[in-house]
């Protein structure tokens, strides 16, 4: 299996000091990494949170790792100096701790002027709630609105792990390369920021601005907002899913016709957009239950698609891994897991001229402070310099 393979690096050249843990902060450092950034990612003696869990390697691959007592005067010095020749730095620290550590962007800005400062806190930078430990379940789903407007009606969504974490790291890549290239045009670097409630808030738009239209959340699947914006059980127990939010004039016709029921084209009861969208939904609902019932899913797939409606087959993340469209178009690929596993994991879902461009290797992320050493040598340090700050408990090495 080949080691390394990198292809189109849009950030090659950018240095990164990650100084982050869970999951929001390493999924930003992740994307910058995967466009060819040099990432450090900095972590205490005994580890960053993210290695206790098991999707460390998704994280980190591609990353360099080194350890730092920063608890100590010679640990920050380090650190500091690895600051003097860096180009981004990340943290989701809580905003007291970047400021007992002096790692604030008021102190690191005197150590280089060009550097763009980049967090992400849990609650925002503003309220009685801004210092709270903030993690994905409590700041981005719960906090959010989602957990109980993205469910059926009566229930709660068992909380998702880390999807708001990386749709907030994300996010907060995308302002650091636009930092980059505001620093290209002035010289001056800057500072960027947001949280996952802010990303919560960002995507839960739709409810948002509907409930100000009077739309009541939490839905169900019997009495939805829009019939044709559903799921729908078929015959053999599998699930489709139809989105027509519009065209209806276009779709509906054809799509009885499809269901074998001809003699609902023309009927007074949908012939009004609105009514058969919101106020009638309950009770189209249960006509496409039970013609939808009658059908396989690929039976009702099919005729759907040869009508040209917006449908997809409902599938768990085990046949979406065995997808041959996701397959196809290289959405994952394999390395070789900490654990000596092969282990497929995503690939970075934008993409440039080159289809692999964040397709960062098929190596494991790097043991802890794998590169101690050579990241200190890099910045000038002797090796008797880099003995005594193993010596002294401020470095380890792999």
């Known amino acids: 299996m080949e080691e390394e393979k990198r292809m189109y690096e849009p950030l090659k050249g950018v240095k990164v000091i990650d100084c982050s843990h869970a999951g929001s902060g390493p999924s930003c450092t992740k994307i910058l990494t995967e466009y060819g950034a040099d990432t450090i990612w900095v972590e205490p003696l005994k580890g960053t949170s993210t290695r206790s869990v098991f999707k460390y390697d998704f994280y980190a691959t591609g990353k360099r790792s080194i350890t730092l ?8 010095a380090v650190l500091n100096k690895l600051i003097q020749h860096t180009d981004v730095f990340v943290s989701n620290f809580r905003t007291a701790a970047l400021s007992r550590l002096k790692l604030t962007y008021e102190h690191l800005k005197l150590i280089n002027n060009r550097i763009i400062y980049a967090t992400i806190t849990g609650f925002g930078e503003e309220g009685s709630d801004a210092d709270n430990p903030g993690y994905d379940p409590v700041a981005f789903w ?4 989602m957990l109980v407007d993205f469910a059926e009606k009566g229930n709660l969504l068992h909380p998702p792990i880390a999807v708001g974490d990386i749709a907030t790291g994300q996010a907060l890549a995308g302002g650091i390369c636009a930092s980059l290239y505001k620093r290209e045009k002035t010289g001056e670097g800057s500072r960027v920021f947001t949280s996952l409630l802010a990303q919560a808030t960002y995507l839960n738009h739709d409810a948002i601005i509907e409930s100000q239209y009077g739309e009541k959340y939490p839905k169900c699947r019997c009495a939805p907002r829009r019939a044709l914006l559903n ?3 078929c015959r053999d127990n599998k699930w489709i899913v139809i989105t027509i939010p519009s065209d209806f004039d276009r779709y509906f016709p054809s799509l009885l016709n499809v269901i074998g029921r001809n003699d609902l084209i023309g009927d007074p009861r949908w012939t009004c957009i609105e009514d058969t969208m919101y106020e009638k939904a309950p009770e189209l609902v249960e006509i496409l239950d039970e013609a939808f019932g009658k059908m396989t899913q690929e039976e009702a797939l099919a005729a759907l698609e040869a009508i040209d409606a917006p449908v997809g087959k409902v599938q768990n993340t085990k046949e979406m891994m065995k997808d041959p469209q996701v397959l196809k178009n290289n ?6 897991s900490s654990d000596s596993k092969a282990l497929m994991i995503p690939a970075n879902p934008v993409k440039f001229a080159d289809k692999n461009c964040g397709v960062v290797g098929f190596k494991r992320g790097p043991r ?4 101690s050493v050579e990241i200190l040598k890099e910045h000038g340090y002797t090796e008797a310099e880099i003995q005594d700050l193993v010596d ?3 470095v380890s090495q792999c």
Request: proline share 0%; charged share 25%.
């Open 69 to 76: 007592d920063l608890k100590s005067d010679k640990g920050m």
């Open 142 to 145: 719960a906090r959010g609105g």
């Open 231 to 233: 799921t729908y059980r």
């Open 331 to 336: 959405y994952l690929f394999e390395i070789q």
């Open 368 to 371: 802890l402070g794998a590169h």
């Open 392 to 394: 002294n408990n401020i």
